[in-house]
């Protein structure tokens, strides 16, 4: 079985920082991709962030140069954090850590492995 744990989220000033961290079990990581997502309130799901197995790293523009993906392999467990560095009101959101995570529609969770997301609040 699967499992997709996320920590890290809470509640930050305009510029300060936080660190999202996922632990992903049982998970053969052998052609597919680790990541974070996040939907904005009243808004839709978005990539963040990803690593796949080609070693190649993908950011959302938004996020560029600001937020940093980690990823550390340990037999079947998978870490990936993410830090997030010079935060802003836009960045405000649920995130989402998933395994060959698939969004459609706009939506989240439509398909792979996801955990059950951890709030960021942006504040001024």
């Known amino acids: 079985e699967v499992q997709v744990v996320e920590s890290g989220g809470g509640s930050v000033q305009v510029g300060g920082s936080l660190r999202l961290s996922c632990t992903v079990s049982g998970f053969v990581f052998d052609d597919g991709s680790l990541g974070w997502y996040r939907q904005p309130p009243g808004d839709m799901c978005e990539l963040v962030s990803l690593?796949?197995?080609?070693?190649?790293?993908?950011?959302t523009s938004a996020v560029k140069g600001r937020f940093t993906i980690y990823h550390s392999q340990d037999n079947d467990k998978n870490t990936v954090d993410l830090q997030m560095n010079n935060l802003t009101a836009e960045d405000t959101a649920v995130y989402y850590c998933?395994?060959?995570?698939?969004?459609?529609?706009?939506?989240?969770?439509?398909?792979?492995?996801w955990g059950q997301g951890t709030q960021v609040t942006v504040s001024a």
């Open positions: 998933a395994a060959d995570g698939i969004v459609a529609g706009g939506r989240c969770n439509e398909g792979g492995y």
């Open positions: 690593v796949n197995t080609h070693d190649e790293i993908i950011y």
